[in-house]
């Protein structure tokens, strides 16, 4: 099959044929459609990832949507033919989805919205799981709570979307250019260059702060998620880098906790977990209620370089994606 090889960091992809994968006991094969391209990518590339544990020379792409092709024994729920999505690969020495095929583990699939292309379904498994662990399974997100997002970006666009699925009160912090995505996905926007930390949390909670405060963008901004969030409440960061003083959190007797996506993939532990919550990701699409932003350049595995090369140019709309069969 073709696929694209990283050979060392900072190099220019290959496109080289490579054996075609064979999927083992717990295995489907998967002829890939389209690949999902987050920041993560551009960092493993510039070998700026040591915690993704990706040895090269290597396939990257860690979120995929495709056609599975063969389902190996012990498989269950899958068949030839049948469209699926999810976060397979791209770290800890799992190939990743810049190939025209991968044997992935199945557990970690599932069926890919009926509502939804190639291109989309392939825009959402990482940001969907990222965000869905820090709200559900960490901050057990409830309906009226209120709930501020730090940074809409992908996984902050995902953040409001599921609080509002449950019925919150959301609330996204960004620059003014964002507020007009943020009002469009039914949070208030709240421009973190014209408010002060004290004056939304007075503004929007009467000064109590907010029942659950999501980061994703670290630094400065998971310091004003300490301070933003109520008495015994619950910070819930993805972006945990730097070091913070945890003193406005404590004398809150708040909660915090850190998401860290990749784990599953990179120990082999609660992998059927990213498989179901994928399954509540279609669950929501198929309802209307999650919509994936998809960035309008179309790109094949031969102009990967140039995707990349947009995402650093922070000139996205959306998540971008690589066709990789069409």
Known sequence: MDALVLRSHNSPFVRATVARP????????VRIKASGVNPLDLKIKSGHAAHAKHPLPAILGMDLAGVVEEVGSECTGFKPGDEVYGLTGGVGGLQGSLAELAAVDYELLAPKPVNLDMREAAALPLTFITAWEGLVDRAQVEARLKVLVQGVGGVGNIAIQIARAFGAEVFGVDSVEKSSLIEQLGATAINYRESAVDEYVAD??????????YDTVGGAGLDASFHAVRRFGHVVSCLGWGTHSLGPLSFRAASYSGVFTLLPMLTGQGRAHHGNIMREATRLVEDGKIVPRVDPHRFSLDSVADAYRLMETRGVAGKVVIDVDT
């Open 204 to 213: 929007h909670t009467g000064g109590n702060g907010f029942d659950i405060v």
């Open 22 to 29: 064979v999927p083992g006991p717990g295995q489907v094969l």
